[in-house]
């Protein structure tokens, strides 16, 4: 701030200082006018260089010092320099310029309290030898009227010397007290950005919320509608085999003498019920894939022998829909996961590449075994797939509109079933097409196993299932139909079978009867099976029962639950008749 003020201060003194000599030019030589007005000229130029140094300079709060230091020099060279007025000027019995000269030193001094009041030794250094000379000039006049004027400068000198120490207190209170705005304007400034900052932040991260919920909206509503027409899917699905069956039930009772056509009916009947278990069964999976339930029970095998086999299996499926299906799968492809499984996933391609390729189509099968892997393609000219909906064909429920007709049927749960298998067993699946109407490809890659040197052994053969003539089953259902044709099953083959539609009839009756084998659904109204198996259990005249949960609780859960309740087996509902058997006579 001193040097900020510096050059309007030297600009007075070249103005003032022309008013001076001017006024005593005709009073006193003028060599000497001309000598002092030179001197404060060449004065007021060095402080104007002081300060561009100052500028040029910029000096950091620690060099402030040294600089106040220089400015203080320089203030009394000038005051001195003013001063030597009183010298110069001074002209005995001119009482009126006397007067004058004590008015321009006096207002040069208040000028000073003004610009130097922020640095008080500047201040001081310029106002005492700006005004000493003159008090000293007046009070060696020696009249009272000089002393008078004497002393009137020195308490002038003193109380601008009051005001410019109190201004300056003012001075540097507001400097402190804007430093202070300043801080509080930059912090101000700061928070503001932070705050804006913040709540940009803040608007992008609800943006992003509201984005993820919108789009967690859609795949809820997605779910939804998926859900609606899987309803509307499996009750079609589900009426379409019953309706063959209840019209062979017809046929077998009111043409049980033609024998063609009673055949036709059984087979009907018999195909239709396994494609109602293999629906249930697909449900299953796909539960259990979902809840990380889904066991596998990994083996080494072939896969290009499984591949081939199935190729052929359903060879006779795709030539009955005039559909050309060829098989390249040469190379040895030994892996490692649950080869039922594996079959059913390659099936579930197969089966779909049979549905969606027209009559006159190709389906092309392909197995290789490069760098560590086995990838299987099953590859159609068919009806290909949607792009939008590509990227959802492995998920559950997921199909292609069909129309009413829907005359190839299916739960879209296949490729969901694939996808589980696979990825379970380490591996991938992907799918691709380029659009309706251009075909579709699916892609199974594996991990190879160890090569296979051996061949696997080969199954145990399987029970008969014929029972001795002697023994006796408990059979505890309370589903009456179920019960019924379960036991005249076992009738036929041997057994002497007797019902309990009851957990509490069915106790009652194992201990009257004491059966070699219970047969015991789980879900009972009064006694559920594991309780009646505890019963059973704890009666040591029973102990050697057999023990069979037959039951659509067939969960891996189920399972454990019905062995940890005492079952010896477990057989899901609708049972295989030879599961059935099997399980019965290997007591």
């Known amino acids: 701030m001193l040097y900020a003020r510096a050059p309007i201060a030297q600009a007075t003194v070249v103005v003032n200082s022309l008013l001076v000599a001017a006024v005593f030019w005709r009073l006193v030589p003028p060599a000497r006018s001309i000598a002092w007005v030179a001197g404060l000229w060449v004065l007021a130029a060095a402080r104007i260089a002081l300060v561009r140094a100052y500028g040029r300079a910029a000096p950091s709060p620690a060099e402030a010092a040294r600089w106040a230091r220089r400015f203080a020099v320089a203030a009394f060279l000038t005051g001195a320099g003013w001063g030597a007025a009183a010298l110069v000027f001074y002209v005995p019995g001119a009482p009126l310029h006397q007067l004058f000269l004590a008015f321009v030193l006096g207002g040069m001094s208040a000028g000073a309290a003004s610009s130097n009041c922020t640095y008080p030794p500047a201040f001081v250094l310029y106002v005492v030898p700006a005004l000493a000379p003159m008090v000293v000039r007046l009070a060696i006049e020696g009249d009272r009227v000089h002393a008078a004027m004497a002393l009137l400068v020195s308490v002038f000198g003193v109380a601008v010397g009051t005001i410019a120490r109190q201004l300056g207190g003012t001075v540097e209170q507001a400097l402190r007290l804007r430093f202070a705005n300043e801080v509080l304007v930059e912090d101000l400034t700061e928070t503001r950005r932070r705050l804006e900052r913040a709540n940009a932040e803040l608007e992008l991260r609800v943006a992003d919320r509201t984005a993820e919920l919108e789009r967690a909206l859609d795949v809820v509503h997605q779910a939804d509608a998926r859900k609606g027409e899987f309803i509307a899917v499996l009750s079609h699905e589900l009426r379409n085999p019953l309706a063959a069956i209840r019209n062979s039930l017809y046929l077998l009772d009111h043409a049980a003498e033609d024998r063609q056509r009673s055949a036709r009916a059984r087979e009907i009947i018999e195909r239709q019920t396994r494609h109602l278990a293999r629906m249930v069964d697909d449900l299953l999976d796909v539960t259990r894939i979902s809840r990380g339930k889904f066991e596998l029970r990994p083996e080494r095998f072939d896969a290009r022998e499984v591949v081939r086999r199935l190729c052929e299996d359903h060879r006779a499926t795709f030539e009955a829909r005039g559909v050309a299906l060829r098989v390249d799968a040469s190379d040895?492809?030994?892996?490692?996961?649950?080869?039922?499984?594996?079959?059913?996933?390659?099936?579930?391609?197969?089966?779909?590449?049979?549905?969606?390729?027209?009559?006159?189509?190709?389906?092309?099968?392909?197995?290789?075994?490069?760098?560590?892997?086995?990838?299987?393609?099953?590859?159609?000219?068919?009806?290909?797939?949607?792009?939008?909906?590509?990227?959802?064909?492995?998920?559950?429920?997921?199909?292609?509109?069909?129309?009413?007709?829907?005359?190839?049927?299916?739960?879209?749960?296949?490729?969901?079933?694939?996808?589980?298998?696979?990825?379970?067993?380490?591996g991938t699946v992907r799918a691709h097409s380029e659009g309706l109407g251009r075909g579709a490809e699916f892609v199974l890659t594996l991990p190879l196993a160890a090569r296979i040197d051996h061949a696997a052994p080969a199954p145990p053969p399987r029970p008969t299932g014929r029972g001795d003539a002697g023994a006796r089953i408990l059979v505890v259902e309370d589903n009456l139909d179920a019960a019924s044709s379960l036991a005249d099953v076992l009738a036929l083959e041997g057994y002497r079978v007797e019902v309990a539609t009851s957990g509490t009839a069915g106790i009652a009756k194992a201990r009257e009867l004491r059966p070699s084998v219970i047969l015991c659904d789980l879900g009972l109204p009064d006694l559920d099976g594991y309780q009646i198996a505890r019963t059973i259990r704890g009666d040591e005249a029973l102990r050697a029962t057999r023990l069979i949960a037959v039951s659509g609780y067939a969960q891996p859960e189920d399972r454990e639950r019905a062995v940890r309740a005492g079952f010896d087996a477990h057989v899901a509902k609708p049972p295989s008749i030879d599961a059935l058997l099997a399980a019965v006579a290997s007591g």
């Open 332 to 426: 040895p492809a030994p892996v490692e996961t649950d080869e039922v499984r594996f079959a059913q996933a390659i099936g579930n391609l197969l089966h779909n590449a049979s549905k969606f390729t027209r009559e006159g189509g190709t389906v092309e099968v392909r197995l290789r075994a490069p760098d560590g892997r086995v990838e299987i393609g099953v590859r159609d000219d068919g009806v290909g797939i949607r792009p939008e909906l590509l990227p959802l064909v492995f998920e559950p429920f997921v199909q292609a509109e069909e129309g009413l007709a829907r005359t190839e049927g299916g739960l879209g749960l296949g490729l969901a079933l694939v996808k589980g298998v696979v990825e379970r067993s380490g």
